[in-house]
Each structure stands twice: as C-alpha cells, then as structure tokens.
C-alpha cells in the first residue's frame, strides 16, 4: 500500500539547471495537484490535473513545467531553476472534488 | 485576491486542556472545508473536512463551520503533547476542487 510517493526526496541542483520532481500515486485519484510550501506562505498551488492529459495553473506556475500522460504519474519540470524555486514541493491527490492526500515532500535546493 | 486566514500562534494550551483553532476565508462560493495536521518536516496531514454549517465531531476533534461568518473552528479536546503541530485549514476555491490553504496555526500544548 505505497499510497502516493515522490522522488527525490532531496535534491541540490544549481540555477539555470531543468530538475524534474516526480509524483506517482497507487490510488487511482483522477486529481492530482502540485504545491509549494515556503515559510510565511503556506501552501500555494502550482499546477494540477483533473485527469490523464487534463492540466491547468494553479496560483503559481511560472518557471514550471506539467504533464500528465498517465493517471498515476503526474511529474514537475523546473525548466530552468532560480534560486526564488527553493522550497519544499508537495504533490497531493484526490478522488473527487473533495479531500486531497498528500506525499511526503521534496525539498529542494537551488544554489 | 480569494483568501484564508489563521492566526500562526504559537498558541499554547496545557496538557488536557481544549484548543481552540480559528480559520476565515473570503470566498462565499466556497463549499468544503478542511483541516490538516502537519508536524515539522512532515506533509500535511487530514484530519477533518466539514461540508455543512454546525458542528462536526470525531473523537477528540471538532470542526464548526459558520457559512454566514465565513469561520471555521477546529476544537481539540483533552490536548496531549503529540498534538503539537502546525494546524491548516484549507477551503474550495470557487466551489472547485481547488484548496486554498491558510498559512496554519503553530500549536503547543504543554506537559
């Protein structure tokens, strides 16, 4: 029962480098979102996907990439990383418009 | 600009005691109301949602929802030591399945 798991769960890249965060859920949630999470900002939205192919920006999505080409991955792209991209990034799922489980994190580092 | 707001605390509560946390939000279009639970370090946690106006029990935790006042609560009765966390409340967004998260409530309780 793995539930929704991220990879890396740490990662220290350097600015201008592309990273790619991943997300894979075991439970079928047609919804699944990406957040950030900075101190004295909470959590804010950056991008989530309704479905398979179905994505849309959320509250924050400038510098990120999305895609969703199967129900259970739904990976994160820094093109081009800014050390403004620092942060701890969630990815959560749901199986309707109600409540969203979320992953154990990836904290990110951009020198 | 749609908003929630919290207190960020710490508010602290001995050991026994009932804590009381308070959430407003802005969006009168907003219809689900939720509460997490995270503990530094860690991803956000479920513990409550709440869909209607009144109260919400389940075991130590109570959510009240006022739609009129755009106040949510979360009550925790007989606070332990493994309560303290940092409480987010989270609404719908436009009576989407989008969350809008409050910055959360740093919760102490004392021994």
């Known amino acids: 029962d793995a539930g929704i798991t991220q990879s890396p769960r740490y990662k220290i890249t350097e600015t201008g480098r592309q990273v790619t965060l991943m997300c894979h859920q075991t439970w079928s949630h047609s919804y699944m979102f990406w957040y950030r999470q900075d101190l004295g900002h909470g959590l804010r939205l950056i991008y989530y996907?309704?479905?398979?192919?179905?994505?849309d920006k959320g509250e924050v999505p400038d510098g990120y990439v999305v895609s969703r080409s199967k129900t259970e991955n739904f990976p994160l792209t820094l093109e081009s990383a800014t050390r403004s991209q620092t942060s701890v990034y969630f990815c959560?799922?749901?199986?309707?418009?109600?409540?969203?489980?979320f992953g154990p994190g990836t904290r990110l580092t951009v020198l | 600009q749609k908003e929630v707001e919290q207190n960020s605390g710490p508010l602290s509560v001995p050991e026994g005691a009932i804590a009381s946390l308070n959430c407003t939000y802005s969006?009168?279009?907003?219809?689900?109301f939720f509460w997490y639970r995270q503990y530094s370090g860690k991803s956000p946690e479920l513990i409550m949602f709440i869909y209607s106006n009144g109260d919400k029990e389940d075991g130590r935790f109570t959510a009240q929802l006022n739609k009129a006042s755009q106040y949510v609560s979360l009550l925790i009765r007989d606070s332990q030591p493994s309560d303290s966390a940092t409480y987010l409340c989270?609404?719908?967004?436009?009576?989407?399945?989008?969350?809008?998260f409050g910055s959360g409530t740093r919760l102490l309780v004392r021994p």
């Open positions: 969006d009168r279009g907003s219809q689900s």
């Open positions: 996907s309704a479905a398979a192919d179905i994505t």
């Open positions: 989270a609404v719908t967004l436009d009576s989407s399945y989008k969350l809008i």
């Open positions: 959560a799922s749901s199986v309707s418009s109600s409540e969203q489980f």
